[in-house]
Structure formats: C-alpha cells, structure tokens
C-alpha cells in the first residue's frame, strides 16, 4: 500500500500525508422525494426542485451509529487487503449519540479483537457535521506528528440524519465514510492551507437528550453556513497568497486555481448557491474586474455590495448562480451524485462528495488537481481546506486503485430498494418510538439489508447492544434460527454465551460469514 512507512520512519517529515483510501456505506432502502412531496401534501418540486434533492436513504430500526461505522470499516480493511495490526489510530466523527459515555470508537475495536491489536489511539469527535472533518484533522496531524509510530490512521464518519414530521424531514439521510490516512497518499493534503472559522450561534443543535431530532433554525442556519464559507474562504486564500509570495509569485488566488471544489452539502441546491457565493467573494476581492466579458459579464450593479447584507438576497443569489454556471458544471457538480440519491449524511456528507467526484472521473483527469473541500458544522465550525492529488495516474498507481474503488458507486446506489412514502413515515415513527430502550429486538427485516451489512439483533435489560452480521453468501438465510445462533455476533461490553461463535480472522481479516 501506499502508506506503508520504511522502518526510518522516524527521521524526515512523512511526505504526502492524505487519503490512501476511502470506502463508502449507504442503507439499501430509500424514498423517492417526488413521491414523498404528494404524501406530504406539498407542491410539487419543493423538494425535487427547491432542495434539489431526488432520494433519501434511511435505516430501520435494524441499524444504527455502531452497525453503520462497523459495516464500513470492515469494508475498507478487506477491500484494501488491511491487517488490523497495521492501524496505530482510529477515529471517529459524529453527532449521532446512543450512549453519552461510551464512544463509537470502542465498539469498533470489537473488530480488532483477533488480531490482538489494542494499542490504537483516538476517540470520537462530536460538533455537528464538522465532526468527521475534526477526526480526519487529528488523524493527519498524528501521522505528521512526533507520535507517529509508522502505522495507518483510520478515519470514520457516520450519522443518521433524521427529522420531525414537517418542512427539515426531506433533508435526511443516512450513511457513513471511512478513510485509511497515511503518507504517499493519492490525495495529500496541502500543508499550511486551511482556512477556519469558529463562533457561538444555536441555528442546529440537540438539547433533548431523549430524541434523535434536532431543534432547526433554518434561516439562521443558511446565514451561518455562508457566513463561514465567506470567512474560511479569506482565511484560506490569504495564507495561500502569503505561500505563493514566499515562493516568489506575486499572482492573486481565485477559484479556477481549485480544480474541483466539493462542499458539505445538507441540500443540492445550497452547494449550488455556496459556488455561486465564492464567485461573489472573487468579484468583490478582484481590484478590477471585467464585467464587460468572462464569468463577470453584466455584474457591475453589485460591484459595491457587502457580504454581510446578501445573505438573503435575491437578486445577487441569482446573478451569481447564472455567473457560475459554468463553473459548477465544471467543478462542482458531479460530487452531488451521493448527495441527491442519498440525502444529507451530516458528518460524512462532505466526503460523500468526494467519494461522488472521485467515482466520475478517471485517474488521468484527477491526477495533478486541486481539490477544494468545505467542511461545516452547526453550533458552529468550519473549515475550507485543499488537496493535492498525485500527478501518477498509471494502472496499477494509488490514485487508479481509489479510483477503481469507487467506480461502482452509481450501481451500488441504483440497486436499492425503493420503500413507500408510507412505509417511510412508519419507519421514522418506529425509531422515535424505540432507539432509547432497553430490552427491544429490532422489527426490521435483515433480508433488506446489503449483504455483508452489520446490524442490531437486541438491546438487552442494562442498555447493551449486540450486533450480528448479514452474510455475504445471499444463499444463507440471513433470519433462520441458524444464524440467530450461529452466526458473528459482537456483544458490546458483555461476555460472549455459549453457543454462539467466536470471532473468526483469515489473515486479521474479519469474514461476515457463517461460521
């Protein structure tokens, strides 16, 4: 692999410190939003159109934050080939919380019980959608960082994005990313630049400790979200100036100096509005901008606006959108794939949209780009950073193997199942009813499922909760008695009983087989 370090790994600075790999989980049911705006009695294209979204992935009462993060880690460590004992830091982003002590992070260590690796640093990370980005931070400062022991970082980000009845529900989704972080990366990240903004606003949050529902102040939110974008987006490109000027170039930083730009995306159509307000950020920055022909055409009526008064603006939203049509087109758009089937992720979506942007191009049209990625979190954090994707792009290379990777994304999407507006709202009734209890076994059917998905199988009388995993074999039946007692179970803090298989490890790689 790529990020495999030489035993003098103590010496230089690691070069190319970045993503090596990146795996990417969905539930494999979703609801059509045309359909869901005719049961919701709303016009139609409010939220195919308005939103800009498609289809919303969500999960029974059959998964939750542990099932999700461990499908998609054991995804990762197999397709990659990865010994357990080969990660030295694992992390984990997120805002979906089933236990206010206990972390994500130590139930997934259940994976590495047979490799016998335990000396694996790192925790959760909770703020929002920033989450996973924060992890993903910490994950490359280690490998950067004197405390480097010469292994990979693990990085994983997962959310169910659920909401109450009403106008925020079209805007959930559900899923989970896991990035394998190391040096000599395929996409490395660009040293020195990254531009954060901080501040105190309540536009999301969740104060109920009972209920997976957030308390949404929208208008709010949207201003908070631009707002950072705005700040992050000077931040960055004043300390990419400053580093071209020690490098002895005087040139301005604009957005065609980013070769494609993916942003954390609650609905399609605000990543569509943030391009267009990064445009705007360029034309009032540019001391002289053409407005007779280019991108800038006919923008000289807001030459003298100030950021701060057009966060609602009509006017400039639309000048600024057709402005950058093209742009989005070019740079932007192909990263929403994820985005507009599957809905809003919060700590993964941003990734979602890597992942989207990587699985629609080839290794040659990614290799030498930049790639601009906004990560945003309510409550609330931000950061707009860059990497660099290696210029190697020859069969067999890092970058042809991520690519190849995601190249199946489109189908893995396409061959879910769609589930009624109906079935959906008594899906989401059920969760709200029961993902706090003890002593329930989940309703859901394991046979809707993907195969190799894990999943919940009881939450006994002390809260503790025990997964099993769906085989990959579609043959074996995934309900039976059989699998019921035989089959993988992770016992989450509680001694394994009799009768039920041990974790098996081919190579410290786990199999979601029969045993």
Not at 410 to 423: F, Q
Request: aromatic share 10%; hydrophobic share 35%.
């Amino acid at each position: 692999m790529p990020g495999s370090a030489p035993v003098s790994y103590l010496g230089p600075w690691p070069k190319d410190v970045g993503i090596i790999a990146l795996e990417l989980y969905f539930p494999s049911q979703y609801v059509d939003q045309t359909e869901l705006e005719e049961f919701d009695g709303v016009p139609a294209g409010k939220y195919t159109v308005g939103l800009g979204q498609a289809r919303m992935g969500f999960c029974s009462d059959r998964e939750d934050i542990n099932s999700l993060c461990l499908t998609v880690v054991q995804r990762l460590m197999e397709k990659n080939a990865l010994s357990y004992n080969s990660i030295g830091r694992l992390e984990v982003g997120t805002e979906t919380i089933i236990d206010k002590s206990k972390s994500v992070k130590t139930a997934l260590m259940q994976l590495f019980e047979n490799s016998g690796n335990t000396d694996v640093e790192g925790i959760d990370t909770t703020n929002a959608c920033y989450g996973g980005t924060a992890a993903l931070f910490n994950a490359v400062n280690w490998v950067e960082s004197s405390s480097w022991d010469g292994r990979y970082a693990l990085v994983v980000a997962g959310d169910i994005a659920v909401y109450a009845t009403g106008s925020a529900r079209p805007t959930g989704g559900a899923g989970a990313v896991a990035m394998l972080i190391g040096p000599n990366a395929p996409l490395a990240f660009e040293r020195g630049l990254r531009g954060t903004h901080m501040q105190h606003a309540y536009d999301f949050y969740k104060p109920d400790m009972v209920s997976e529902y957030p308390v949404v102040d929208g208008k709010l939110s949207i201003q908070c979200y631009l707002s950072a974008l705005d700040r992050c987006y000077s931040v960055y490109r004043n300390k990419i100036h400053a580093q071209w000027q020690r490098e002895g170039s005087d040139k301005s930083f604009s957005l065609e100096d980013f070769g494609f730009l993916v942003f954390h995306s609650p609905y399609c159509k605000l990543v569509q509005k943030s391009l267009a307000r990064l445009m705007l950020n360029d034309f009032l920055n540019h001391p002289n901008p053409n407005t007779e022909t280019g991108p800038f055409t006919g923008l000289e009526a807001f030459r003298d606006v100030q950021p701060e008064d057009t966060y609602f603006d009509r006017d400039v939203e639309k000048a600024f959108m057709k402005a950058s049509t093209d742009m989005f087109e070019r740079k932007t758009k192909a990263s929403l794939l994820i985005s507009n089937q599957n809905g809003n992720m919060y700590t993964p979506s941003v990734y979602g949209c890597l992942a989207s942007l990587i699985a629609q191009h080839t290794p040659s049209q990614m290799a030498g780009q930049r790639i601009g990625v906004f990560s945003y979190g309510s409550g609330f954090a931000a950061t707009l950073y860059s990497l660099r994707v290696t210029q190697d792009h020859t069969p067999g290379s890092s970058l042809d193997k991520l690519v190849l990777s995601l190249s199946d994304l489109k189908t893995r999407l396409d061959s879910r199942k769609k589930v009624s507006p109906a079935l959906f709202s008594e899906n989401m009734k059920l969760r709200e009813d029961t993902h706090h209890l003890a002593n329930y076994v989940p309703q859901g059917s394991v046979e809707d499922l993907f195969p190799g998905t894990w999943y919940l199988t009881r939450v006994d009388d002390k809260h503790r909760r025990e997964y099993a995993c769906r085989p990959v074999d579609d043959d074996l039946p995934a309900e039976s008695e059989l699998v019921r007692s035989r089959a993988r179970v992770l016992l989450l803090g509680m001694t394994r009983p009799a009768g039920v298989a041990t974790l098996y490890s081919g190579g410290d790689h786990l199999n979601c087989l029969l045993l």
